[in-house]
């Protein structure tokens, strides 16, 4: 029986947060018939206009909610307003009751949260709306280095039961979680086979990082950029809270926190996300030792370097060597 979507668009939707999945789905659907069926809805049919201006011709918000399987909310621009249809709230928690599967792409998880859906549980959300989701939705346990995260269904005691959740980051990570989705539903021959035809990578792990490379932390205006660029110049330096703290003439505790509340991140997390660009693109360029370069970004060792870049990256540091990059793409 085919696994019945609607995806769900609000005004100001983004274009490539639907087509993006909606193309894993097609390419399932070809290669194993009836495996999957689709509609789009909305809260002000019979069109919705994506954030580029063009109108997608969709449905009403369905009212059999049984007759659905998975509900994916994209994400885009005009989420916030979004968070604000009280009609499309309402729906989206009666289909969270339903026992269907919830499923945001990018920003859309912040609808979900707007729904209550989220609340006490793990997600993930666009790293450029990390901040904003932390202020409006503290009961969430947010992720905001995760590629996509899924959250199994649950029932305790009495309670009314919560749906299977799964929340993507940026964009093409909508594809990185319908690929695991089509996985889950289907194995993992089918999921590859999807990727193949996508050309797109079959497995960047759900909890290998977003990472941008920082684009928020290099803001000229930002109060810790100068901090951060003296820190490029040299990582192999003692770069803990209590010596970073004493270059900002800060306690640590203060520092800490307002470290956190600028940039998103702990001062460690940042650090070691500094290291790892620094030593991939030293790798990218043709750098020999992977020792050398673990020494010279202040690793310590290659081990917590493969640790971090696995972490972060989801591969090791041996996969950003040229001759090993080429041989993965070809």
Same mark, same amino acid.
């Given at each position: @029986? /085919?696994?019945?979507?609607?995806f ?20 399932a659907?070809?290669?194993?018939p009836?495996?999957?069926?689709w509609?789009?809805?909305g ?7 994506? !954030? ?16 659905l399987?998975?509900? @994916? ?10 968070? /604000? ?16 599967r ?25 790293? !450029? ?5 932390e ?14 995260v ?20 940026? @964009?093409?990570a ?7 989705l089509?996985?889950?539903d289907?194995?993992?021959?089918? /999921? ?23 684009? #928020? ?26 010596a ?5 003439? @800060?306690s640590p ?13 702990t001062?460690?997390?940042?650090? #070691? ?10 790798? #990218? ?12 970004c202040?690793?310590?060792?290659? #081990?917590?370097?493969?640790?971090a ?22």
């Amino acid at each position: @029986m /085919a696994c019945r979507i609607a995806f769900v668009l609000f005004p100001g939707f983004q274009q490539l947060d639907l087509a993006g999945p909606m193309a894993v789905f097609e390419v399932a659907r070809l290669a194993r018939p009836g495996s999957y069926d689709w509609r789009l809805v909305g809260s002000a049919p019979p069109a919705v206009r994506s !954030s580029a201006g063009v109108a997608w011709p969709v449905q009403g918000l369905p009212r059999q909610l049984g007759a659905l399987d998975l509900v @994916m909310v994209i994400g885009g621009d005009g989420v916030d307003a979004a968070c /604000a249809d009280r009609r499309l709230v309402a729906w989206l928690q009666r289909a969270a009751r339903s026992g269907a599967r919830i499923a945001s792409i990018c920003s859309g998880s912040l609808l979900l949260a707007a729904a209550g859906l989220l609340d006490h549980r793990t997600a993930t959300t666009h790293w !450029s709306r990390s901040r904003q989701f932390e202020a409006d939705y503290p009961d969430v346990r947010l992720q905001p280095d995760r590629i996509y995260v899924r959250e199994p269904a649950q029932r305790r005691g009495h309670d009314e039961p919560r749906p299977e959740l799964w929340t993507s980051a940026g @964009m093409t990570a909508g594809i990185d979680l319908c690929l695991a989705l089509l996985a889950h539903d289907h194995g993992e021959e089918l /999921a590859r086979e999807a990727a193949r035809q996508l050309v797109v990578e079959r497995r960047r792990p759900g909890g290998q990082s977003q990472f941008s490379p920082l684009l #928020e932390l290099q803001r000229p205006e930002g109060r810790f950029g100068a901090l951060l660029d003296e820190l490029r110049r040299d990582l192999r330096q003692d770069l803990g809270v209590e010596a970073l703290a004493e270059r900002a003439c @800060m306690s640590p505790r203060h520092f800490a926190r307002c470290f956190r509340a600028e940039t998103g991140a702990t001062p460690a997390q940042v650090v #070691e996300r500094l290291r790892v660009e620094s030593a991939r693109a030293a790798l #990218e360029g043709g750098a020999v030792s992977v020792l050398k370069v673990a020494l010279d970004c202040g690793f310590g060792n290659a #081990e917590r370097m493969r640790r971090a870049f696995v972490r972060l990256l989801g591969r090791p540091p041996a996969a950003f060597r040229p001759t090993v990059a080429s041989a993965l793409r070809g």
